[in-house]
């Protein structure tokens, strides 16, 4: 779908919406503008339907982001940021009379509500959704975080634009569907651990956060935090990464400093959200403080975000097969964080983490108690 027809779509709306705030809706720019919008209608949809997502400060049309950004797009988007509307999706079928209601209510101060073929509100519950659909989704989100570590070195900058669409994809997948171990990927081979478990890490992140209620750019941030948490493994040597064989105690010690290279790195660069930083360094903190990077003579917490990460961080790990042991099932995985709850782990977040995994499959994936 081309994003020049979204754009002239929303520009005939909002012209719409401005001959509506400046004379009537009995002018005849009002009905030509709104009019020209419900002609392109036809174009948009894709299996009866289209919508249009505020995220940060893109709108996302069918959950990608809008290439095209001029006056038209901006006016739009502020308008549904100030209705406090997250999502609008327009169905087959749609009225003449349910689309100018909806311009009407968007430039006046009527509450904006939704019709038989055009709903408005939050973002919509997740539904199931094929897997080859949120594989596909999913698999996008990886290639683009490889695409963007394949050009970083020590002197350059981190691709952030990249990051913000591998994110939008893994939050795109999460809206599709409900059951995060059907998301997250299986590791095919060794060298493509570091993506895929990146990956993983943020859509686990990110669904213990929104668990909890959290939402919008706060969201996007964390699961930023979550993609990043290792990025201070490309500062460590390539043989001791990749070794198949026991850490000597040097090596071993070289691997506790990649949370200090990735806050370092991580803290040099612009337009890096905060969160991102103190994820990279206090994901081996652990909850009673005995973890990576020594912090206890500073009396420093690990911060909630670097909890939930941690979280995600082993749950996944201890999923996959590596050289020196053979992969966890879900159930002996999630047993394991229980165990650790209070020391390791804070066990407010192990027991929400388990219990929201529970609720969306259907299955407990600990014993109580």
Same mark, same amino acid.
């Given at each position: ?235 460590? /040597?390539?043989? #001791? ?5 026991? =850490?000597? !105690?040097?090596?071993? &010690? *070289?691997?506790?400093?990649?949370? +200090? ?65 053979? /992969?966890?099932? #879900? ?5 394991? =964080?229980? !165990?650790?709850?209070? &020391? *390791?782990?804070?066990?407010?977040? +192990? ?19």
């Amino acid at each position: 779908m081309s994003h020049e027809i979204v754009s002239a779509f929303i520009s005939h709306m909002t012209t719409a919406m401005s001959s509506y705030s400046l004379y009537s809706g009995m002018h005849p720019m009002f009905d030509e503008f709104s009019g020209k919008a419900l002609q392109l209608v036809d174009e948009l949809y894709h299996d009866d339907a289209f919508s249009l997502l505020t995220f940060n400060n893109s709108l996302i049309f069918n959950n990608v982001p809008l290439a095209a950004k001029g006056m038209h797009v901006s006016s739009f988007l502020k308008t549904l940021k100030k209705k406090k509307i997250e999502k609008v999706v327009f169905r087959k079928g749609l009225e003449v009379d349910e689309f100018k209601k909806f311009i009407t209510g968007m430039a006046s101060r009527e509450t904006v509500s939704s019709s038989p073929h055009l709903s408005v509100g939050i973002v919509e519950v997740k539904l199931k959704a094929p897997d080859s659909d949120v594989r596909s989704l999913m698999g996008d989100g990886i290639s683009k975080f490889e695409s963007v570590c394949q050009e970083i070195s020590k002197f350059k900058t981190l691709d952030i634009i990249g990051l913000d669409d591998a994110v939008l994809s893994f939050i795109s997948t999460l809206k599709k569907e409900s059951d995060v171990l059907r998301i997250i990927s299986p590791v095919k081979s060794r060298s493509d651990y570091t993506y895929v478990h990146a990956g993983n890490v943020s859509v686990l992140t990110m669904f213990q956060a929104e668990s909890l209620g959290l939402g919008g750019e706060l969201l996007h941030d964390i699961g930023l935090a979550g993609l990043l948490h290792d990025v201070g493994k490309m500062f460590v /040597a390539s043989s #001791v990464l990749e070794k198949q064989t026991r =850490l000597s !105690e040097d090596e071993w &010690t *070289e691997i506790k400093k990649h949370p +200090v290279y990735g806050a370092m790195y991580l803290s040099k660069l612009p337009d890096v959200p905060p969160l991102t930083v103190i994820a990279a360094f206090e994901h081996h903190m652990r909850f009673d403080g005995r973890g990576y990077p020594e912090t206890r003579r500073w009396r420093k917490k690990q911060h909630i975000v670097s909890q939930m990460v941690a979280i995600a961080d082993v749950f996944d790990a201890l999923r996959t097969e590596r050289p020196y042991r053979k /992969a966890l099932d #879900v159930r002996a995985t999630s047993r394991l =964080l229980k !165990e650790r709850a209070g &020391t *390791e782990f804070n066990p407010a977040l +192990v027991d929400n983490f388990l219990s929201s995994l529970g609720h969306v499959t259907g299955k407990p994936h600990y014993c109580q108690g």
